[in-house]
């Protein structure tokens, strides 16, 4: 092959990807606006924002009581380090 051939190959092949691309951006764009596309996905957004309220409020609860239990593993390993007894009763000694 020679150089020109090579140049007209990359060529024709960006120019068909060129082409798919604004081909998926029309059609996602297409999406978007129309107004089916958010209808019956989570009951009008209730339900979206439904879910994130009580994620946030899970994730409050889940947080608070890793914070401590967290600090008790840190504590153990502390122990270790500093020569304290921090352990609970029928912990070790």
């Known amino acids: 092959m020679t150089n020109t051939k090579v140049g007209n190959a990359f060529l024709a092949m960006g120019t068909k990807a060129k082409l798919q691309a604004d081909a998926a951006k029309t059609k996602f764009r297409n999406f978007l606006t129309d107004e089916k596309s958010a209808k019956g996905t989570a009951e009008e ?5 439904a879910a994130i309220v009580i994620g946030v409020i899970v994730l409050t609860i889940v947080l608070a009581f890793s914070k401590t239990g967290f ?8 122990d270790g380090i500093t020569g304290k007894n921090t352990n609970p009763a029928g912990w070790g000694n």
Request: net charge neutral; aromatic share 30%.
């Open 45 to 49: 957004g209730y339900g979206l924002y």
């Open 71 to 78: 600090g008790s593993i840190g504590s153990f390993f502390q």
